[in-house]
Nanobody
């Protein structure tokens, strides 16, 4: 099994950038499909971006061209580089590792506000 810890959230102004990190322990991030999801109160958790074990990338339409997912198998960490942030990007962002089971981190809050 794998343990996931997110970091890098915070308050940023519209148009700004943040980089989220998901540090994994227990197993290599390279064997999982790693994803970033987000959730706001009263709404379902939604996929933001994912990277498969083979390196295939998948992005939600609402972040294409603004967010980039990447992984570093040496550091065993997955990143989400977020640019051109909008107020509607405000959410708790969760890291997910998926193989036969789903593993989740506890989330990191991103607030986009002036």
């Amino acid at each position: 099994q794998v343990q996931l810890v997110e970091s890098g959230g915070g308050l940023v102004q519209p148009g700004g950038s943040l980089r989220l990190s998901c540090a994994a322990s227990g197993r290599s991030v390279g064997i999982y499909t790693m994803g970033w999801y987000r959730q706001v109160p009263g709404k379902q958790r939604e996929l933001v971006a994912a990277i498969t074990s083979g390196g295939y990338l998948n992005y939600a339409d609402f972040v294409k061209g603004r967010f980039t997912i990447s992984r570093d198998t040496v550091k065993n960490t997955v990143y989400l580089q977020m640019s051109s942030l909008k107020p509607e990007d405000t959410a708790v962002y969760y890291c997910n590792a998926k193989r036969s089971l789903d593993y989740w981190g506890k989330g990191t809050l991103v607030t986009v506000s002036s």
